[in-house]
């Protein structure tokens, strides 16, 4: 074990991992095939612990490499649109897809705020919007303002985990990784469940002001065949 610490120190501690962090987050924000979450949090903890990597310098990494990956996500949307790519036209991405691109059309700027705390609805929500041209300038500091939170949010996680285990730098990685898987799950819940409480108030609204209208009417601009009013998953 304290051969593990050491090994883990030391590594945390090489200027190379700037760069290589600054690619995993990048790829994570249009692919999410790679845990930003995790790898923030826990290289947090480890910081708090031995002084490396430097915090600082972590999360100009995170977000720089996050708003990239958002911004590459917007534009592969805008160029290619939504079922270029296999995985695409799966039926949970294409779910994901319409839910986003519902919730754009009623509330962009909340929503692209909060699905960066949400790893698929991020995604799902950078590419519909340049699929669905929303305007780029918008999207550009919408999305700073939610990366630098969630920056502030995985760093602060990774710090208050880390102080449980002070003489294990690998158990404090363990407990703090751990605990931001937890702390996620409830999140991502945690915001959908609002996002489904804004819809019904939106229904209900509608309801209001069109009695006449067919409660059951189909949003219009959304992906044929789908569900657009609620999430995947």
Known sequence: MEFLNQMLEHAAGQPWIYPVLLVFFFIDGFATILPSETAIVGLSALSLHSGEPNLWILGATALVGAMAGDNMAYMLGRKIGLTRWKWMRRPKVQKMFAW????????????????????????????????????????????????????????????????????????????????????????????RWWHKYLEKKDAARGAALNPEAPSNEAPTNVIAGVDASKPAG
Not at 184 to 191: K, N, W
């Open 100 to 191: 986003a691109q519902y919730e754009l059309d009623k509330r962009g700027a909340v929503l692209i705020f909060t699905a960066r705390y949400i790893p698929w609805g991020r995604v799902a929500v950078n590419y519909v919007a340049g699929q669905t041209g929303f305007r780029h300038r918008t999207f550009f500091w919408l999305d700073a303002f939610a990366c630098v939170t969630w920056v502030a949010y995985s760093i602060g996680i990774g710090l208050l985990a880390g102080q449980w285990v002070h003489n294990n730098p690998l158990l404090g990685v363990g407990i703090a990784v751990a605990f931001a898987v937890v702390l996620g799950i409830v999140v991502d819940h945690a915001l």
